[in-house]
Nanobody, 127 residues
Framework: QVRLVESGGGLVQAGDSLRLSCAASARTYSSYAMAWFRQAPGKERDFVATISWSGDSTDYADSVKGRFTISRGNTKNTVYLQMNSLKPEDTAVYYC????????????????????WGQGTQVTVSS
């Protein structure tokens, strides 16, 4: 069982930056790929960014490439999403997700790969 707790959301203006954090706690030691997804009002939840357990491999949605950066903390149980040049269309609830994996270099783009989810943190970008 993995518990994920997101933090760092808030209300900002277009062009500002925010850093989201996701703290993971697990009862057993395992390798987890991590990701951020987001859900805007009235829309489906979409992929934003993912990172492998090793931290060496990442991938991003086209809409955030060059603006968002996903990273892991030194202990690997914290994942960050640095969001720069925010736009009103980035407004959404952001969810952290974890997927158990045997391959430290793997990451996943699909929601169905992820076993564990956080409760979400609201990001609102005003124009």
């Amino acid at each position: 069982q993995v518990r994920l707790v997101e933090s760092g959301g808030g209300l900002v203006q277009a062009g500002d930056s925010l850093r989201l954090s996701c703290a993971a706690s697990a009862r057993t030691y395992s390798s987890y790929a991590m990701a951020w997804f987001r859900q805007a009002p009235g829309k489906e939840r979409d992929f934003v960014a993912t990172i492998s357990w090793s931290g060496d491999s990442t991938d991003y949605a086209d809409s955030v490439k060059g603006r968002f950066t996903i990273s892991r903390g030194n202990t690997k149980n914290t994942v960050y999403l640095q969001m720069n040049s925010l736009k009103p269309e980035d407004t959404a609830v952001y969810y952290c997700a974890a997927a158990a994996t045997l391959n430290s270099g793997s990451y996943y783009l699909r929601q169905y790969n992820y076993n564990y989810w956080g409760q979400g943190t609201q990001v609102t970008v005003s124009s």
